[in-house]
Nanobody
Framework: VQLQASGGGLVQAGDSLRLSCTAS????????LGWFRQAPGKEREFVGA????????WLADSVKGRFTISRDNAAKTLNLQMNNLKPDDTGVYYC?????????????????WGQGTLVTVSS
């Protein structure tokens, strides 16, 4: 599976951004999908995930109420709507596919990764 994230940019605190991740494989609908982010000098952290059927979603506590994760299986796209952005949201955002295990928040549980898109939030 090849994943390509897009939509990052430089915004001010309080602004919104919408990230998208497109997948190349026809079996897109079979994979759970997720977003992670990595700030400079920090470890990669879980942002959110959506189950392969779209029926279940997970979001990190730090983004609940501000971010929404969704998928469009027809378009083979994963989306992350980010509202009320904060400087702490700054980082490279990566999309991932196919996690194995009980929790999607573990980065090592994911099998495929995209290249990432940079989000910078200024104060």
């Amino acid at each position: 599976v090849q994943l390509q994230a897009s939509g990052g940019g430089l915004v001010q605190a309080g602004d919104s951004l919408r990230l998208s991740c497109t997948a190349s494989r026809r079996t897109f609908t079979s994979y759970s999908l997720g977003w992670f982010r990595q700030a400079p000098g920090k470890e990669r952290e879980f942002v959110g995930a959506v189950q392969y059927g779209g029926g279940r979603t997970w979001l990190a506590d730090s983004v609940k109420g501000r971010f929404t994760i969704s998928r469009d299986n027809a378009a083979k796209t994963l989306n992350l709507q980010m509202n009320n952005l904060k400087p702490d949201d700054t980082g490279v955002y990566y999309c991932a596919a196919q996690f194995v295990g009980a929790s999607p928040s573990v980065s090592s549980a994911w099998g495929y990764w995209g290249q990432g898109t940079l989000v910078t939030v200024s104060s």
